[in-house]
């Protein structure tokens, strides 16, 4: 699952690869559409769910715009979950990954989310959390911001 981290959702969320090469990247590591969903994709599509060839991982690959407070936010976002991954499991991940507190930082409050340190914030920000909806799988999100 590292790989799908480093290879297809950090370059996503950063915008080092657009929606379409994203979803190349994760094919090359085993992802698919789920079945039944074989229609072809709209030119402009800005969401596109993937599974494991296994069928125990998922990403969803997503952009759009958002409001934050009067402010269009343009964000793009991979979030990653599996049916034998628990929060715990997914918040070790990040810890791995995202631990370094030169690059990121986290608060004692929120154990589970990591925001990168960048010399602009109000630019661009991207952070990562874990969260565990109620019903759902556990799943690690990563976004990114663009002001």
């Not at 599974?51 to 715009?65: A, F, L, M, Q, V």
């Not at 914030?121 to 990562?128: A, I, K, M, Y």
């Amino acid at each position: 699952m590292v790989r799908t981290l480093t290879e297809v959702c950090l370059p996503y969320a950063t915008r080092g690869k657009s929606f379409e090469k994203s979803i190349k990247a994760a094919r090359e590591l085993g992802f698919r559409r789920p079945v039944g969903d074989n229609a072809p994709l709209d030119d402009w599509a800005s969401e596109i769910d993937l599974i494991s060839n296994d069928g125990n991982w998922r990403i969803r690959i997503e952009e759009g715009t958002h409001e934050q407070g009067d402010t269009s936010v343009y964000a793009a976002s991979c979030t990653m979950s599996s049916r034998h991954a628990s929060a715990r499991e997914l918040t070790d991940l990040g810890r791995r990954a995202f631990g370094d507190p030169e690059r990121w930082s986290f608060s004692p409050d929120n154990p589970r989310r990591w925001e990168r340190r960048t010399p602009r914030p109000d630019e661009r920000r991207l952070s990562v959390e874990v969260a565990e909806p109620a019903d759902q799988r556990p799943t690690m999100t990563i976004t990114g911001y663009y002001f």
